[in-house]
């Protein structure tokens, strides 16, 4: 069996009495499409802000893609090949859709220019293209901040997209988006990914939306993994059914 | 008109003003430096954090000259210019890789406390740096040229007017870079910097350095103009000074500062001409003024009024 | 330097101390409720020092000669000035400036303090002002065979220990006090909670006024008051509130104590950073704890 991509052994963390991660064995293979469910609070966030550096773990170990990252920084995880889009889409919410994408592209390069401007130090055809596949062409000058809350989270992952990553880390893509809109920009999403063969890792609370796009489930409850594998097993285990989707035993 | 072009035409009428009226030439030049000086603080504040000790960078490079003067009396004024300008720049990139770990007020406020240590030392050792009274610079030679005061003077307008336009010009291309627009980018979002793999660390302390460079350089032309230093150039008055210009004059183009600083120096001259006593009062009535009609300063408006105008005239 | 002169240090570190406490205090709080931080307060202690200052001039020259009538008129010209300019302040500026950014609203009470600073001198003029009856009313007293005033290590520090209880209890028992605390914690909830925000937003920053005022009055009878007071107390008073954090209440003691202490020991063991020592002193603790001494942890952003 080929290397996992993301490998967590034992990783602990505990906020006061609250304990946020018990002793959690994770791993994500290559082109595996990940969706994490699990009620609030039940350390879905909080094991991701371990992975990608933001928190530290009291135990444990993390290796992404052969390197050891247990107690790196975000700036140093995410320049081996982790992209991450937020619950709150954390962008530069007073530049401009295309200034937030050209810094995502120029953050990729060794250097950031001093003398040559922004654009100019991109390749503009890669941005338009980015732009046109999140469907965000003519919105390009608009103000981040003041973008509807799906085209956020749109933004939020065509940042994370930017880096041209290994894995691709979305933290509830969906939540915050219209019913309607929800499925067409999960739809946007996974194409993006497809063709630039990410691997993916998200975290979700709508059923059908984990249903229609994940290759496997994982489910969280109370700091620890309850439940992972095939889609439709987990979402069958009678712990997920009664915990997790809040639907009475069968 | 463009900005570049107004800019560029601007300091022609300084200099004509200065051949037609040469009692104004010093004036001119410290006004330049004042520009020169905001213009350095307005880097950092792009990123949202506004320093409130950027004077000291301008003393440190002022005592340098006087300094170097003291000790090399034939010392050429170029080489003072460009030595005590390093100086300068080098004490920035040193407080500069400490002080981009803080943020907000915090980040003002180390400034301001690391200007008054400075202001504080100088004014005490008395023997090393004169004291309160400073030092005094005498006119050194220019490239080689020994030169009576009008005509040093001359040389400096010359300088100082370079010297603006070539900042000018550095600020708008860095502030449009890559590094320039993550700078802008650490003011609304600094995680998401990280997370894009930029150390905002880094990115603030290139500004910082380009801020105290120019500062410093001010600061030296300074020493030259005025052929006296004194600790208050650091002090933390001077420093909201340059805030306070900045902020009247806009950071969105290079010639905000300038501009702030020539109302600054306008108001300052007809307020102690015809209203002595309460200059001060006339100041921050002018600032309250900017910052509740026209936030963005007097180059911000005037952008914002182009713009309009230009929407306005399409079909 | 001998056992002497190190009480002596003491004594002046603990009364200064005081007063910074005082100033400090109104500052911080204003920071921690309101989010703004206000370089008018600087204003506001040399304002409150004139009046108080002017007040028992007044009131010594018409004979009301009593050392406690004086005492009631420093304090009562300072909870004055205190109380009008803190509306002033509030009703004109805080409300019209209250959705700007942090830097601009800072830069609006520099506005205005520089504009006091004009207004303070044509009211009082520039020479220096002194009101010492006060100080050699109320007598020494021996500790250690050296001779302290009591103005200075008794009743300063008592008024301001005083005020540091007075607050708390304010705080923590009425019901105004938990409003504020609540307000300081999340604006947004609290309102939705039906906390008059802008009642008890006027209230602190009245009271911070109150408490700035005061600084300056007590300080009138051991200083005298020249145009750049309120600068140099603000500079100071920053200092404190950024060393301990901003928006700590006993960390503003225990800091204005030991900056307090530090530069009078400064004065008699180190002339030459004597004016230094805050600043190092902050530039230290900061460079160790980069958000003050005192100050939690921050929730999760992210």
Same mark, same amino acid.
């Given at each position: 069996m080929s290397q996992a991509l993301l490998q967590a052994s034992d990783i602990c963390l505990a906020f006061g009495g609250v304990v946020a991660a018990d002793h959690i064995d994770f791993a994500l293979q290559e082109g595996e499409r990940l969706a994490v469910i699990g009620q609030n609070g039940a350390g879905k966030t909080t094991f991701i802000n371990i992975c990608t550096g933001y928190l530290q773990p009291t135990t444990g170990r993390i290796v992404f893609n052969g390197h050891d990252? @247990?107690?790196?920084t975000p700036r140093s995880i995410v320049k081996l090949g982790i992209g991450r889009s937020f619950q709150l889409p954390q962008l530069f @919410?007073?530049?401009?859709v295309q200034q937030c994408l050209e810094i995502a592209a120029a953050a990729r390069g060794a250097r950031l220019s001093w003398l040559t401007s922004l654009s100019d130090s991109v390749n503009h055809k890669e941005i338009l293209e980015t732009l046109e596949l999140i469907g965000l062409r003519e919105a390009a000058n608009e103000v981040a901040g003041e973008l509807p809350e799906g085209h956020k989270k749109l933004l939020d992952v065509a940042m994370a997209l930017m880096l041209r990553p290994k894995l691709i880390i979305m933290d509830e893509p969906t939540s915050g988006v219209s019913s309607q809109d929800k499925h067409g920009l999960m739809a946007l999403v996974m194409q993006a990914l497809d063709e630039k063969k990410v691997t993916c890792w998200f975290v979700e609370h709508d059923v059908d939306i984990v249903s229609r796009y994940a290759t496997r489930v994982a489910a969280w409850i109370d700091g620890k993994i309850a439940a992972d594998g095939d889609p439709k097993q987990v979402l069958q285990h009678p712990q997920v059914r009664e915990q997790i989707l809040g639907l009475t035993p069968c | 008109m463009k900005l570049g072009m107004f800019s560029a035409l601007s300091v022609l009428v300084l200099l004509v003003l200065g051949i037609v009226f040469p009692w104004t030439k010093t004036m001119l030049i410290i006004g330049l430096c004042y520009g020169l000086s905001a213009l350095g603080v307005a880097i950092p504040a792009r990123s949202g954090q506004v320093s409130f000790g950027h004077a000291m960078f301008a003393c440190v490079s002022a005592y340098a000259v006087a300094f170097l003067a003291r000790a090399f009396p034939s010392m050429d004024g170029v080489v003072l210019l460009v030595l005590a300008t390093l100086t300068g720049t080098l004490f920035a990139s040193v407080f500069g890789s400490f002080v981009v770990r803080y943020r907000g007020i915090f980040f003002g406020m180390l400034n301001l406390a690391i200007s008054m240590v400075i202001v504080a030392l100088l004014g005490k050792l008395y023997e090393l740096s #004169? #004291?309160?009274d400073g030092i005094r610079v005498q006119r050194p030679s220019w490239g080689g040229l020994v030169t009576e005061r009008a005509e040093f003077e001359t040389i400096l307008l010359w300088v100082s007017c370079c010297v603006a336009l070539l900042a000018g010009w550095f600020y708008q291309r860095f502030t449009q870079s890559a590094t320039g627009e993550a700078l802008r980018g650490l003011k609304s979002n600094e995680t998401r910097l990280e997370y894009l793999g930029i150390s905002a660390h880094y990115v603030l302390w290139v500004g910082y350095v380009g801020s105290g460079f120019f500062v410093s350089l001010a600061g030296a032309i300074f020493a030259l103009a005025q052929g006296l230093v004194t600790p208050d150039m650091g002090s933390w008055t001077r420093s909201g000074e340059l805030v306070f210009i900045m902020i009247l004059g806009g950071s969105s183009h290079a010639l905000g500062p300038f501009v702030g600083a020539a109302v600054f120096q306008a108001v300052k001259l007809f307020a102690s001409a015809y209203m002595a006593g309460v200059w001060q009062m006339l100041l921050g009535l002018t600032l309250l003024t900017v910052i509740a009609l026209a936030p963005e300063g007097i180059m911000g408006a005037w952008q914002a009024y182009r713009c309009r105008s230009s929407k306005g005239a399409q079909p | 330097m001998n056992f002497d002169t190190l009480l002596l240090g003491l004594a002046d570190g603990i009364s200064y101390a005081g007063l910074l406490f005082l100033v400090s205090l109104g500052l911080t709080l204003i920071f921690g409720v309101l989010g703004v931080l206000n370089i008018t307060h600087g204003s506001l202690y040399a304002l409150g020092g004139y009046t108080a200052a002017s007040l028992t001039t007044f009131a010594m020259r018409h004979a009301f000669d009593a050392t406690p009538v004086l005492f009631i008129a420093l304090v009562l010209a300072a909870l004055l000035v205190g109380l009008l300019m803190g509306l002033l302040l509030d009703l004109l500026l805080l409300r019209y400036f209250q959705k700007r950014d942090p830097v601009i609203q800072l830069l609006v009470t520099f506005a205005v303090f520089v504009i006091l600073e004009d207004v303070q001198k044509l009211i009082w003029g520039t020479s220096p002002y002194a009101a010492g009856e006060i100080v050699s009313r109320l007598g020494t007293v021996e500790l250690f065979d050296v001779t302290y005033t009591v103005y200075q290590i008794g009743v300063i520090p008592s008024i301001a220990l005083a005020s540091y209880i007075g607050l708390n209890f304010f705080l923590k028992k009425t019901l105004w006090g938990k409003q504020t605390v609540a307000l300081t914690h999340h604006r947004e909830v609290a309102t939705a909670m039906g906390v008059n925000v802008k009642r008890i937003g006027a209230l602190v920053f009245i009271l911070g006024a109150m408490l700035g005022a005061l600084g300056g009055a007590l300080a009138v009878p051991v200083s005298s008051l020249t145009p750049g007071m309120g600068a140099e107390m603000i500079v100071l008073s920053f200092t404190v509130v950024a060393t301990a954090g901003l928006g700590q209440i006993t960390g503003a003691l225990i800091t204005s104590l030991m900056i307090g202490l530090a530069r009078s020991m400064a004065v008699y063991?180190?002339?030459?950073?004597d004016v230094a020592m805050p600043y190092i002193i902050m530039l230290l603790v900061l460079l160790l704890r980069p958000n003050g001494l005192f100050t939690v942890a921050q929730s999760r952003r992210i």
């Open positions: 990252i @247990t107690g790196k @919410t007073e530049q401009s | #004169g #004291g309160t | 063991l180190l002339p030459e950073v």
